[in-house]
Each structure stands twice: as C-alpha cells, then as structure tokens.
C-alpha cells in the first residue's frame, strides 16, 4: 500500500516511552480543492520529538487563496481534549493535548518554537506557544508548500503523562486529522469482561472468532459493547478498534442469540457490497435499539421483541481471525409470538383463517399480488426457528402463521401478498420445512 493512501495510517513506536501514535488519515481534500499529505518521518528518542512532514497543493487549474485556520496541520495547530477510543468524552484535560510544532524547515514559519524532554520521556513545548501561521496563502496552480512539524505536548501538561486515547484536530465539522495513543506492549482492553472465562459454540461460517471476553493486554483488535449485562428496553454500541499494525476489512455486523447451544441469527438481513476499511487506531461503532416489544423506527439497527439471553453482536473485521465479536446478556421476559395488528381471522374446525392487510390492499402500486401460506404440521427438517426470529419484520409470514398454532389447531391459512410469502418460504421454491418450539412444520405458498 502507498503510503500516502486514503485511508490508511502511518505509525511509529516512542523509543521514550511505551507509547504507540497513529496519524490519520494521510491525505485529505478542502472544498476549495487543497490537497494535503502528511506522514511520521521519524519517532521520539533521546535526541528529538516524533517528527512529521506535510504539504499542501493546489490541485486546481487556476490560482487560488486557501485558509489555512481548519486545515491542520497547517492551520488548528493544537488538538482537541484527548478522549478514549470509541467515545467522546474522557477524564483528560486540554493540557494532556498533543501540538503539532512547526520546526525550522517550514515554509511559513521563521520562529519556530522551542520543545523539551520531560522526566517521564516525553517531548514537550517549553512554554506553552506555538508561532502564528498566516491565515491564508495563495499558491499557483499545481504549487505545494512544506511544513515539518515535532508532535509534542504542551508545556501545561508536564504532570499528564500521554494518556491512551485518540487526540484530535478539528478541521471545520469533516472528519479531524486525528493522532491515536496507545501503549505499545499493551495494545488491548484496559477492562475486564463480565464473560471472562465463558465458553461458547461456535458461530455459524467458517474460521473463528476472536471474542472479546477472551482478549488480554496483547490483543490488537476487538469488539468492545458499550454493556453486558442489560434490562429492555436498551440502546447498545459496539465499537470495534484497531490497534493492530495493519488496517482491516470488510466487515459487516450481525446480531445472533443463543439458545439451545446454538446460535440464531437476528439481523441484517442484507448487507451492502462494499468492503468496509479499518486503519490502524481508527474504529468502527454499530448502534442498536433492543426492546421486549414493538418499536418506532429509527436510524439505529432496531431489535424488538426480544427475550432474556445471551447475544452476540459479530463484526466481519479481525487481526488473526476474520471476525470479532462481543457477547450481551439481556434480562427480560420470554418472547410470545403474536399476530401482527392487521390480521383478521375465522375459523373453521381445527383450520383459522387468517387476512392482512397486505391482502386486503392487493394488488397495489407496488403490483404485489394476493398470495396464500398454509401451515400444517411437517416431517423432521434441520431448521430451527426461534421466537426472537419468529417476531421479526421479515418473518412476518411465519409469525402470522404460527401465533395461532395449538393443540385443537392443525392448519393455518395466512393471505397474504407476493412478497411475504416469498421472504417466507423463498423466491425459487414453493414450500419449505422447518421446527418450531419442538414441532415440526411445512408452509406452503400457493398463489391464486
């Protein structure tokens, strides 16, 4: 990989203290068609800070006057509050930041400030200012300038240490040149799992995955939930991190519940088909919305009607395995499958007859035709479903079918449309077998 490519990071190990910096992303474009690189040319030692060069260039084929103010490191010289990985706030203060401190091979500077090495190993201003970059340049069309900066904290913060966390430059509300700080023998968690010590089955697919009650001080990447244990309703991030010395891909997030010994996949049901990037020090977050019954829509992932468990939220990103996961224990009632609200019914003998809404409006704009499900008892089939999947939107064809399932209960019609049953028992077959609470059935879509 070119070094300077979107997207990735450049790296370097302190030889000072046990620290480990991040800088990304490498490159990055203004609205006014700046382009701007920057890199580690050299880590802190005994002798000098971490040093990084950077250039701005006018990609435009006219002149033009840039501002320089939120383009950092040319401009926002000093980083925002300091704050873990995968959060936004943390105990540190401003004076914990990192300054990005032009030195004498700059093209903008003629003054630049004196740093010093503290007793713990770190570089540092020796007063706390940093010189007067202009406010903005004019450059020629295809005419770069260059600055060389030493990253180093301010002098105010002499007693902070360098905190791990991810110090960021702001740049106008875009996504901040950002530096992430971690400590380099100990790249993982810095907190203990409720599920230490927990075994569970494998998840479904090939290959293994890293959980995160099973990642220790060396492990380089995981999946860390924002909680474990939780009552309903719940709103639950997950946020993988990369501390690794490679950026990950491609990784998309499920959500499973375990039951019976094996597991049972909730949701998405469709993924995008683009490969998802990870550098190192960056994270990706996943938000959820779980509830024990209905839920308004919203931008987060939504689980409704779920039961008391354990769940697992999976992420297709890893270091030494493909997928990393996090486990989530929820405390709440044992899910009923109930119709939904639009279902009249009738009944006749040990057959109900159930209608939707869906049938009662087709066909409609959307050209979807009446359809019907029947289901009666079946043979032994592999396939288990479980109430959680039953209750889902895209299972609405079983859970319409099987709310009314009993002992005096033997056959169940569900009209429906096109589309239903088609998500029901699928787009290429007309019936399918499966199990249920300990019995067996086959639905079976005819059309009219």
């Known amino acids: 990989m070119d070094e300077w490519d979107l997207g990735a990071a450049s790296l370097i190990d302190l030889e000072t203290a046990n620290r480990t910096y991040a800088l990304a992303p490498l490159r990055y474009r203004t609205d006014d068609g700046a382009s701007i690189r920057m890199r580690f040319t050299s880590t802190a030692t005994s002798e000098g800070p971490a040093t990084i060069e950077a250039r701005l260039t006018n990609e435009n084929p006219f002149e033009n006057t840039f501002r320089l103010e939120w383009t950092p490191p040319f401009g926002r010289l000093a980083g925002d509050i300091p704050h873990p990985m995968g ?42 200012r940093t010189p007067d970059l202009p406010e903005r340049v004019r450059l020629a069309p295809g005419e770069t300038i260059h600055g060389a900066y030493a990253l180093v904290g301010r002098a105010e913060g002499i007693d902070r240490g360098r905190p791990p966390g991810v110090y960021e430059f702001s740049r106008g509300g875009e996504r901040p040149v950002r530096v992430t700080v971690w400590p380099t023998d100990a790249p993982g968690p ?9 075994s569970v089955p494998d998840l479904p697919g090939d290959g293994e995955t890293a959980w995160f009650h099973d990642a220790d001080a060396e492990t380089p990447t995981f999946v860390r939930p924002s909680v474990e244990r939780t009552d309903l309703p719940a709103r639950i991030e997950f946020t993988f991190i990369n501390r690794s010395r490679e950026p990950t891909r491609c990784g998309h997030w499920n959500v499973y519940k375990l039951q019976d010994g094996a597991w049972f996949h909730l949701g998405p049901y469709v993924h995008t088909a683009d490969c998802r990037f990870v550098a190192p020090g960056d994270v990706k977050t996943w938000p959820i919305r779980a509830a024990a019954g209905e839920m308004a829509p919203c931008q987060a992932e939504s689980y409704p009607f779920l039961g008391g468990g354990q769940y697992a939220a999976v992420a297709g990103y890893g270091h030494a395995t493909a997928t990393s996961a996090a486990l989530v224990e929820i405390e709440a009632p044992p899910v009923t499958v109930v119709p939904t609200e639009d279902i009249t019914t009738t009944r006749d003998g040990a057959t109900v007859t159930a209608t939707s ?23 032994d089939a592999d396939r288990q479903l479980i109430a959680e999947q039953v209750m889902r939107r895209r299972y609405r064809g079983y859970r319409n079918t099987l709310a009314f399932t009993g002992l005096d209960i033997d056959r169940v019609v569900l009209r429906t449309d096109d589309r239903t049953a088609d998500w029901t028992v699928g787009y290429d077959t007309e019936a399918t077998q499966f199990q249920y609470d300990g019995r067996s059935y086959r639905i079976t879509k005819q059309t009219m």
């Open 87 to 128: 959060e936004r706030t943390g105990d540190a203060t401003y004076r914990a930041g990192l300054v990005f401190a032009p030195t004498a091979n700059h093209d903008l500077v003629e003054d630049p400030p004196e740093i010093e090495r503290d007793e713990a190993g770190y570089w540092r201003l020796s007063a706390d």
């Open 190 to 198: 810095d907190s203990t799992s409720t599920f230490t010590g927990v």
């Open 357 to 379: 809404k869906r049938w009662r409006t087709a066909p409609d704009s959307e050209h979807r035709s009446r359809v019907s499900l029947v289901l009666e008892p079946g043979a």
